[in-house]
């Protein structure tokens, strides 16, 4: 795995991103449901677009993710580790696996260009991550 990771970032919270509810891990489901005080199975019920049982996709709303209310992530300390690590994405760029910035986020996120680089315990994280979620193995 290749990292493109060349410039700051801090989240300013705009909520432009949440246009694309994230895909979400079992951590992420049991972690924002515990938040929310809600079983698991409820959660996937009321806030999953679908779960296969490994993975599922938060639903949309009105255009936006369904946890983005009043101009902000209602559920920001929990937020899914997809969430976290915007505006880096996984690309596959001459057959390798990249996490780099996605050009999305290159032209409209604002917090680009601000604060610190990702650090080293964050990127491990989102490592292990993308093999739970079967991304390199698909791929290699
Ligand atoms: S677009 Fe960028 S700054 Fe705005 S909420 Fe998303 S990651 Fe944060
Ligand atoms: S979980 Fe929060 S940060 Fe992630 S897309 Fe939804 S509203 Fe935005």
Same mark, same amino acid.
Do not use: H
């Given at each position: ?21 994230p895909t979400v891990t079992k951590k992420d489901i049991q972690n924002i449901a515990g ?5 698991? $199975?409820? %959660? ?6 679908? /779960?296969? *049982? ?15 209310k009043d101009n902000g992530c209602s559920i920001y300390k929990v937020r899914p580790i ?20 996605? $050009?999305? %986020? ?6 680009? /260009?601000? *604060? ?25």
């Amino acid at each position: 795995m290749k990292l493109e990771l060349g410039y700051g970032f801090r989240c300013v919270r705009c909520g432009k991103c949440c246009i694309s509810p994230p895909t979400v891990t079992k951590k992420d489901i049991q972690n924002i449901a515990g938040y929310l005080n809600i079983s698991f $199975k409820d %959660f996937i019920k009321k806030y999953c677009r679908y /779960f296969n *049982g490994k993975r599922g996709e938060i639903k949309k709303v009105n255009g936006k993710c369904v946890f983005f209310k009043d101009n902000g992530c209602s559920i920001y300390k929990v937020r899914p580790i997809i969430c976290r690590f915007r505006p880096y994405s996984i690309q596959f760029k001459n057959n390798e696996l990249v996490i780099t910035y996605d $050009k999305w %986020f290159l032209e409209n996120c604002k917090g680009l /260009f601000k *604060g610190e680089l990702i650090d080293e315990d964050s990127l491990r994280y989102y490592k292990l991550v993308l093999k739970y979620l079967g991304v390199e193995k698909a791929q290699y």
